[in-house]
């Protein structure tokens, strides 16, 4: 087997390992994928401007967020449901995150208690599914407080969950059912039968959603909640936010901007940051790249608030991207799991290597020695080719 070198190595052997639901869960988008695509065409529609003959030998992948330095501009989005990918995922994470010293978020449908999650990794970020209910919104973020985090990351973009047509035609849900297709699809993949699904059951029983509110007994995945998983989150407005801001003392980041009026809000709600994106093309579809929406973010409160973005991150050569766009780090979601269910905790500190490996060789192509100092002066202003229409 040839090593793997980049990336997209571990993608491509995510897809033989995870059986096809569990692909299609964590590789797939909405509807038609159009977003999904967005997000990756839209660093390839961008060009460099490097600079030549520049002494680049002391380089510097690190940057400064929120007061802590980290190793590298790039962050793990928080993702859910990953103990599909391999057993006590998010605790791997946690480890290797704070092992390299990345960026690092626990989704809120995380599995591994997050008082457990803030021991391994102290730095850890909260992302909070949060429904329209003040109470519930307290009680939550108290429990997170208490656990030490210091930073809650509010996801906006799901008021109700997108239309996920790729894993409803192979009978995949949340919460989960057995059914015999999907058993069938696990013998035909037989290691992660036996590595994630016979291990999680066998040593932990039903993964449960531990870390959704102030209840870290939490419901099994495999169960509805009497008021449903999702109920109330229609009803999250901007007046929580301002009520959450007014009650949290800690840092307080809202996740799935798009539209500059919103991270207008967000600053003027006294709000510490933002995170451009369009949550891996899995919400509305349709939706601008990640990328593309960067600008105009950065253009409105590129000053007050500390700007952010993910969404078809792959490459250290992405990360440099949405720095010079204003970003001050990036967050990749689906490469990690990809890592995560090809060789573990393991897998996921190489990945984190490779994204360094490639952010120091470009930064020195690009005549620049540090991540930080990468600026507009590094890309051209304009996406290369773009599609019909105004570019923006
Ligand atoms: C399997 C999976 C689960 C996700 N779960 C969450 C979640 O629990 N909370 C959240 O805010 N975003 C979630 N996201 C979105 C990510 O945080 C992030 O916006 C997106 O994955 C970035 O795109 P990328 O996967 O192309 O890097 C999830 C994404 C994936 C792929």
Redesign the pocket.
């Known amino acids: 087997m040839a090593p793997r070198v980049a990336i997209a190595d571990y993608e491509a052997a995510a897809r033989r390992r995870l059986p096809a639901a569990v692909w299609e ?2 590789s797939g988008g909405a509807e038609d994928d159009v977003s999904r695509g967005r ?1 990756a065409e839209a660093f390839a529609r961008r060009a460099f401007r490097p600079r030549i003959l520049r002494d680049v030998s002391a380089r510097d992948a690190s940057v400064e967020l929120f007061g802590r330095r980290y190793a590298a501009p790039v962050g793990l ?5 990953n103990a599909l990918v391999r057993r006590r995922c998010d605790a791997l994470l946690a480890e290797a995150f704070a092992q390299a010293n990345h960026p690092h978020i626990v ?3 995380s599995s591994v208690p997050l008082e457990e999650l803030a021991r391994i990794n102290p730095n850890a970020w909260y ?1 909070g ?1 949060f429904p329209g209910d003040d109470d519930r919104i307290a009680r939550t973020v108290d429990r997170v407080g208490a656990a030490g985090i210091g930073t809650i990351v509010v ?1 906006a973009d799901v008021p109700v969950i997108s239309n996920r047509e790729n894993t409803e035609r192979l009978g995949f849900r949340a919460p989960f059912r057995l059914t015999s297709r999907l058993a069938l699809d696990g013998l035909l993949h037989p290691r992660w039968s036996v590595e994630t699904f016979a291990a999680t059951l066998l040593k932990d029983g039903i993964p449960r959603f531990v870390n959704l509110g102030e209840d870290r007994t939490g419901v099994r995945v495999t169960e509805d909640p009497p008021q449903g998983l999702r109920a109330g989150r229609d009803r999250l407005d901007w007046g929580c936010v301002e009520r959450l801001r007014a009650r949290w003392p800690g840092r307080l980041v809202l ?1 799935g901007v798009l539209e500059p009026e919103d991270a207008v809000r967000a600053a003027e709600l006294g709000l510490d940051g933002v995170i451009v ?1 369009n ?2 093309g ?1 919400q509305l579809d349709y939706a601008p790249a990640s990328l593309d929406a960067l600008p105009g973010v950065v253009a409105a409160v590129g000053e007050r608030l500390v700007v952010m973005m ?4 792959r490459r250290g050569a992405h990360a440099l991207m949405a720095l010079a766009l204003g970003a001050r780090a990036v ?5 990690f ?1 990809y890592a995560a269910a090809v060789d573990g905790g393991p897998g996921v500190a190489r990945m984190l290597e490779l994204f360094r490996k490639e952010i120091l060789i470009d930064l020195a192509l690009l005549g620049c020695p540090r991540a930080e100092d990468v600026g507009p002066q590094h890309l051209r202003p304009h996406p290369i080719f773009p599609p019909s229409g105004d570019p923006t």
């Open positions: 869960f964590v997000n989005a928080p993702t859910g449901f989704s809120g449908v992302q599914y996801t996740k994106s949550h891996g899995r993910d969404g078809g991150v967050f990749a979601g689906r490469p799991l």
